[in-house]
């Protein structure tokens, strides 16, 4: 038995203020940082526009805290724009630098959406008995899942899109496309192999994976018992 299900994770008000203790901001309903970066990168957003961002308290407080430099950048060049000489060119200045702040910003939030996803698998397969390894990569992380003769593979996307497969029998990698296709790397791991499938079709952030403390990828292999860790 195998399926294949994508969902999406909306943010609700639970994983908003999880994410927002995480992060230590204070992003509510009202800001939407993936339309603001994609109406920036367009071009759509005017100079008095922009002057209503920079200005907004909430959204201020959350790109003053996750894209500092750009956003600093921002607010200097959208004070100069009244006595500017050349006001079309500053005005695309403040734009650009608005747009990488809100789209840092956005990354930050995506990614961490991701790994809040990410716990509640893990903490579910804590209470459930399962052996798990994950790995992390640059826009998802795999998450491999094992119980007796079950195999359950995911892939976890930014912003909480989740990929899933399920199989059965300890001697094979029988399962839908997830499963197969990442046991054709499975040497890896299949957790590892997941990612590595998903950036060879789509090119990674920066052509590399995030590293953790250590400077290496976050790879973590755990026993898990009912109740809690072995």
Known sequence: MSTRVNQTAQINAACRELLNERLDIRLGQTVDLGQL??????????????RSMVGNVELGGVLGKLAPAPFARAQTALAMTENALNPS????SVRTDLADAVSQANAVV????RDLTVQAFTEAATELGYTFSSW???????LELWRNNELLLLRVHDGG??????????SSYEGGDLIATAATHRESGLAKATVDTHEQLVPAKGGRLFA????????????LRRGGAA
Do not use: K, Q
């Open 89 to 92: 060119a500053l005005t695309m």
């Open 161 to 170: 899109l989740v990929e899933s497969d399920h199989a059965y029998n300890h």
């Open 110 to 113: 995506i990614g961490a959406t």
């Open 136 to 142: 992390r990569g640059a826009d998802v992380t795999g």
């Open 37 to 50: 970066s994609t109406a920036l990168e367009a071009g759509r957003v005017d100079l008095s526009g922009m």
């Open 212 to 223: 953790g403390a250590s400077g290496e990828p976050s790879h973590r292999t755990r026993e």
